[in-house]
C-alpha cells in the first residue's frame, strides 16, 4: 500500500534530509483510496471553485472569479516547483496588483483536488476572527495563512494550476488582491 505524504507551504521549516532539500516537514497519512487521482486542468478548475466558494459562503463573503491569467502564471509556477523539485513560495513581489499565493503538495497521484482544498479549509480549525497575524490558535500564522488567503474579503479574482514530477503533484493557487495583510482581519 503506498502512504502518501503531503506539505503545506507556509508550515514551520523542518530539519533538511539534504543538500537539496526545501521546505516544510512531509506529513504521512493513510491514503484514501486505490489507484490514482483523477487529474486535469478542469477538474482542478471545478474543485477549487468548489472549495473556494463552500469556505466563503461560510464566513458570508463574496466568491471569487475564476480568472485565466492567474491561472496561467499559477501554471508556470507550478511547473518550476515540479521541475526543479523546490517547495517554496515564489519571489515576490508578484505581479501588479500583487498576487497573493497558496501552494500544496503530496505524493503524486494520491490526492484528489477536493482533498487538496480540504486541506486549506481544515485550517480554519485554527482560525481566530481577529487581526493578523495573531490569528491562529496556536500562535503561528502559517497555521491558518492558506484559509485565510481563501477567505479574505478584499480578495475577488484568483487562478489555479498543478504540476506533477516523478514523486509529487504540487498546486499553485494565485490570488487578487492579495490578501493576508499584517493589522487586518480576512473578513
Not at 76 to 92: E, I
Not at 101 to 121: F, K, V
Not at 143 to 165: E, I, K, L, P
Amino acid at each position: 500500500m503506498l502512504v502518501p505524504a503531503m506539505l503545506l507551504a507556509g508550515c514551520a521549516a523542518a530539519p533538511d534530509s539534504g543538500p537539496e532539500r526545501v521546505g516544510p516537514e512531509r506529513v504521512v497519512e493513510p491514503r484514501r483510496f486505490a489507484g490514482e487521482a483523477p487529474r486535469g486542468p478542469a477538474l482542478l478548475q471545478q474543485a477549487m471553485e468548489a472549495g473556494h466558494r463552500a469556505a466563503r459562503t461560510q464566513v458570508g463573503v463574496p466568491p471569487l472569479i475564476w480568472d485565466a491569467g492567474l491561472a496561467a502564471d499559477a501554471q508556470r509556477y507550478a511547473d518550476t516547483l515540479a521541475r526543479t523539485g523546490r517547495f517554496q513560495h515564489s519571489p515576490q513581489p508578484r505581479g501588479i496588483p500583487e498576487q497573493g499565493e497558496n501552494l500544496w503538495t503530496g505524493t503524486r497521484g494520491a490526492y484528489r483536488y477536493g482533498e487538496m482544498i480540504g486541506h486549506w479549509r481544515a485550517e480554519q480549525r485554527d482560525y481566530r476572527h481577529v487581526a493578523l497575524p495573531a490569528a491562529s490558535r496556536t500562535g503561528t500564522f502559517g497555521d491558518v495563512a492558506h484559509y485565510t488567503q481563501m477567505v479574505w474579503r478584499g480578495t475577488s479574482r484568483f487562478g489555479c494550476a498543478q504540476a506533477s514530477n516523478a514523486t509529487d503533484d504540487m498546486v499553485v493557487c494565485r490570488y487578487v488582491p492579495a490578501g493576508n495583510i499584517a493589522g487586518r482581519m480576512a473578513y
